[in-house]
């Protein structure tokens, strides 16, 4: 089974602090995603990355970075938090296009989500 | 530009009683439709999915979805639900083109479904 792992469940920040949210994944997945989930609003695209070392922004990249330095693991990064960003971070990945097989359709995996606030 | 649509934000259902957690989508070219449930506090598992072929799609836990070109629909049912049941679900569409060699889903904002015992 694919596994998808995020490193903390729940964190609690405080305003300005870097904080860092750990995402790895078992299935050799090219494509790693982050998104937030906040009620009514459902699932927005931070950050995707197709390849080590490579990023695309999604629909709401402000105020997040990443870093893709192996396969394996995704990390967002908020660089200085603010209260805006109390939210369910969810880590997701898929194979990449151009993989033959059954599971070549944008199925994605996720992770168990890192609820984050920020006081 | 893709969208996906649940009109409900929730769906509240007697055990036992037939349901239906609705979705329509837009997309150009063929859909590649998704489903996903959430349970409190936890990510988003996979339902099922439709590619092509039979319109009437099965996926786990005895939940199944009908996918409707004319209607552009592809509501998620269930014959009988369980209290278990109860949870978010979301639809998603695959985007026609995604680039730089990723798929992207775009979701539906979520239905809280309860199953009342």
């Known amino acids: 089974d694919v596994k998808v792992t995020q490193s903390s469940r729940y964190l609690v920040k405080r305003t300005g602090e870097k904080v860092f949210l750990e995402c790895v994944q078992d299935m050799d997945h090219e494509n790693m995603f982050w998104y937030r989930q906040d009620p009514g609003l459902g699932l927005r695209l931070i950050y995707f990355?197709?390849?080590?070392?490579?990023?695309e922004k999604g629909d709401i990249p402000e105020g997040y970075s990443v870093s893709r330095e192996k396969k394996e693991r995704f990390s967002l990064i908020l660089e200085s938090a603010s209260t805006n960003q109390t939210s369910m971070y969810l880590c997701?990945?898929?194979?990449?296009?151009?993989?033959?097989?059954?599971?070549?359709?944008?199925?994605?995996?996720f992770g168990e989500g890192s609820r984050l606030t920020v006081l | 530009a893709q969208s996906v649509a649940q009109p409900e934000d929730q769906v509240n259902v007697a055990e036992g009683n037939p349901l239906t957690v609705k979705c329509t989508y837009s997309?150009?070219?063929?859909?590649?439709l998704f489903w996903y449930v959430q349970y409190p506090n936890r990510g988003l598992q996979f339902l099922l999915k439709y590619i092509t072929g039979d319109n009437l799609v099965k996926g786990s836990y005895g939940f199944e979805a009908e996918f409707n070109k004319s209607q552009t629909s592809f509501h998620l049912k269930k014959p009988s639900a369980l209290v278990s049941d109860s949870a978010l679900y979301f639809c998603a569409v695959r985007h026609t083109y995604s680039g730089a060699g990723s798929y992207q889903l775009t979701f539906g904002k979520g239905t809280k479904l309860s199953v009342i015992p």
């Open positions: 997701a990945s898929s194979f990449r296009k151009r993989r033959q097989g059954p599971s070549n359709t944008g199925e994605l995996f």
């Open positions: 990355s197709y390849d080590v070392k490579m990023k």
């Open positions: 997309v150009s070219g063929n859909p590649y």
